[in-house]
């Protein structure tokens, strides 16, 4: 194994703050419809999924909804900037929409794994 190998191989920067999931999402899957074929898909992760609730449907501000997810407000809102992405670029790309990356009950604090966001094509 070289030495490139290695580097893409080890883990980089600090472990995932595990993140408190209030609420489950009551759907896991939001597909277009009126488009023929099999469109492409984007990852919404499920903390981004509960930062978009807290934040754009219950409206809480900043601090209390990092305080809800239970990480930092700079990390709030990387997370919810991340989760509009997302969520703009299935919307306007026509594209499925799976929302998730957890196995656990809400109102635990949950590991959330990254998920790439390409299209496996």
């Given at each position: 194994?070289?030495?490139?190998?290695?580097?893409?191989n080890?883990?980089?920067?600090?472990?995932?703050?595990?993140?408190?999931?209030?609420k489950?999402?009551p759907?896991?899957?939001?597909?277009?419809?009126?488009?023929?074929?099999?469109?492409?898909?984007?990852?919404?992760?499920?903390?981004?999924?509960?930062?978009?609730?807290?934040?754009?449907?219950?409206?809480?501000n900043?601090?209390?909804?990092?305080?809800?997810?239970?990480?930092?407000?700079?990390?709030?809102?990387?997370?919810?900037?991340?989760?509009?992405?997302?969520?703009?670029?299935?919307?306007?790309?026509?594209?499925?929409?799976?929302?998730g990356?957890?196995?656990?009950?809400?109102?635990?604090?949950?590991k959330?794994?990254?998920?790439?966001?390409?299209?496996?094509?």
């Amino acid at each position: 194994m070289d030495r490139e190998e290695r580097a893409v191989n080890m883990a980089r920067g600090r472990p995932r703050k595990l993140r408190k999931i209030t609420k489950e999402p009551p759907v896991t899957q939001f597909s277009p419809r009126g488009r023929i074929g099999r469109p492409g898909y984007v990852n919404l992760t499920i903390d981004g999924y509960e930062a978009l609730r807290l934040a754009d449907f219950l409206g809480y501000n900043q601090k209390e909804a990092s305080k809800s997810l239970g990480v930092s407000q700079q990390t709030f809102s990387r997370v919810l900037k991340r989760a509009r992405k997302t969520l703009a670029e299935g919307i306007s790309l026509g594209l499925i929409i799976n929302i998730g990356g957890y196995k656990k009950r809400a109102k635990k604090a949950v590991k959330i794994p990254k998920i790439s966001s390409e299209n496996p094509s």
